[in-house]
């Protein structure tokens, strides 16, 4: 698998002031875009998802663990996954679950830190539903349930483009919404930024002033039109090819060879 550090972009910074101004404001947050374009892996790096995982290992280091403990005190979002099929239950059940999971790691990284220090006893404050075009009906009711119960809290819910028309008939719901952020597609010059990063982790350089890495640039950015998931796919597929011909270089021929291996939708 070709693994990549992930990339702090405009359209995560624009998503990120949506969260906080969720979080602070304690609204409602409806985040659609179309698949692909980073929704959920900029969500799990917002509720830095990874490092609570790491956390939670065994066997890394005592100054690694400490690291991540500071980290981890700075956390107050909790993850969620719609799953396909849900009833208002699972959904109250699995966010008092993710809750209750934040507050004993949080309790767990306080007492690394200074096992003597008070502790905040924060569930988290920001709930982010992912894949809430799951949801059914009664489990968005159960969802407005949890945020009136909760006072002070906000939530985030993401999906699909067409998710602030179904909510709006849902009047109770839709009125608690205070933000709507669409994620938008890679643009060209991040797209520009992104591929050069990808180009390093391959041990190439990337000149754009030669015509066959601009070549390459402009088929990569043909093929994915800004999707940042098929970016990535894609680059699984190009390392393969240069690994396996001992390539110094990445050629347009190069990236039409690893478009080939891949199985692209219209979605």
Request: hydrophobic residues 40%.
């Amino acid at each position: 698998m070709y693994a990549t550090e992930f990339l702090i972009t405009k359209e995560y910074r624009r998503f990120e002031e949506f969260c906080n101004a969720c979080f602070r404001e304690k609204y409602i947050g409806l985040c659609h875009g179309v698949p692909g374009v980073g929704k959920t892996l900029s969500a799990k790096h917002y509720t830095q998802f990874d490092k609570l995982e790491k956390f939670k290992q065994r066997g890394i280091s005592k100054e690694e663990k400490l690291a991540l403990a500071h980290q981890v005190m700075t956390n107050q979002t909790i993850f969620y996954t719609a799953t396909v099929t849900n009833t208002p239950n699972r959904v109250d059940a699995a966010i008092k679950d993710e809750r209750f999971y934040l507050f004993k790691t949080r309790l767990e990284a306080a007492n690394i830190i200074d096992a003597n220090a008070s502790y905040d006893e924060d569930f988290g404050t920001l709930i982010i539903i992912d894949e809430a075009d799951r949801l059914t009906m009664r489990s968005l009711e159960q969802v407005r349930d949890i945020y009136d119960r909760l006072d002070g809290i906000g939530v985030v819910l993401i999906g699909m483009p067409g998710i602030e028309k179904r909510l709006a008939r849902y009047a109770q719901l839709y009125s608690r919404v205070g933000f709507l952020h669409q994620f938008r597609a890679i643009g060209a010059e991040e797209m520009k930024f992104i591929l050069e990063r990808h180009w390093a982790k391959l041990d190439l350089g990337l000149n754009q002033d030669l015509f066959s890495d601009s070549e390459a640039i402009a088929t990569i950015a043909r093929i994915t039109n800004g999707n940042f998931r098929l970016v990535h796919r894609l680059f699984s597929q190009i390392k393969r090819i240069v690994k396996i011909n001992q390539l110094s270089s990445i050629s347009k021929e190069v990236v039409e060879a690893a478009r080939k291996c891949m199985v692209i939708g219209q979605g």
